[in-house]
């Protein structure tokens, strides 16, 4: 099984910050990977697809990038909806698996 | 535009079957992957497996020999069953529009439908 590695675990951030998620898949995944939002008792919104495609109705300052093993997710400017918990999620050979996690705090 | 529904008893007993339902409304499950997750208390994301709407499936392999997942296409609903349950399964379980695109590659878009969310407590 491909095992998904999310860093930080958690973050600590201001409005208008830039923050950076990295996710790290243990063996390549070309870039099969989905980014999703998950906000408390609420179901997971997919933000990116495809390692760096913005899916529709997301706002830009979201973006991804990486390809093989190393991804993150960019969010350019911190906005008050934004905090939340974040999830990579990787697709190889019908499997999927997701990472474990990073919770974006207000500082 | 495409919604999903999950129901099902809110209570099961330990070694019994988790029974759940997904239904698909403002769309036809045709032509469609459709995941089954869930997320244990305060805790991360786990999917569980998918179900073509032709029928073929696919599950996690720690969950594989307790996983049965089904479709009715003439209900537009999916069904996950997860037998012999322990407090371990307890979890808010969802379902999800899966969006694979099969051809002489695989294309992965990401699953961008979920449903709101059920919460099954596994207790005697």
């Known amino acids: 099984d491909i095992q998904m590695t999310q860093s930080p675990s958690t973050l600590s951030a201001s409005v208008g910050d830039r923050v950076t998620i990295t996710c790290r898949a243990s063996q390549s995944i070309s870039n099969w990977l989905a980014w999703y939002q998950q906000k408390p008792g609420k179901a997971p919104k997919l933000l990116i697809y495809?390692?760096?495609s913005l899916e529709s109705g997301v706002p830009s300052r979201f973006s991804g990038s990486g390809s093989g093993t190393e991804f993150t997710l960019t969010i350019s400017s911190l906005q008050p909806d934004d905090f939340a918990t974040f999830y990579c999620?990787?697709?190889?050979?019908?499997?999927?698996?997701f990472g474990q996690g990073t919770k974006v705090e207000i500082k | 535009q495409v919604q999903l529904q999950e129901s099902g008893p809110g209570l099961v007993k330990p070694s019994e079957t988790l029974s759940l339902t997904c239904t698909v409304s403002?769309?036809?499950?045709?032509?469609?992957?459709w995941s089954w997750i869930r997320q244990p208390p305060g805790k991360g994301l786990e999917w569980i497996g998918y179900i073509y709407y032709s029928g073929s499936t696919h599950y996690n392999p720690s969950l594989k020999s307790r996983v049965t997942i089904s479709v009715d296409t003439s209900k537009n609903q999916f069904s996950l069953k997860l037998s012999s349950v322990t407090a371990a399964d307890t979890a808010v379980y969802y379902c999800?529009?899966?969006?694979?695109?099969?051809?002489?590659?695989?294309?992965?878009?990401?699953?961008?439908?979920w449903g709101q969310g059920t919460t099954v407590t596994v207790s005697s």
């Open positions: 403002g769309g036809s499950i045709g032509s469609y992957y």
């Open positions: 999620q990787q697709y190889n050979s019908y499997s999927r698996t």
């Open positions: 999800a529009r899966d969006r694979l695109v099969v051809a002489a590659e695989h294309y992965y878009y990401g699953m961008d439908v």
């Open positions: 495809k390692a760096s």
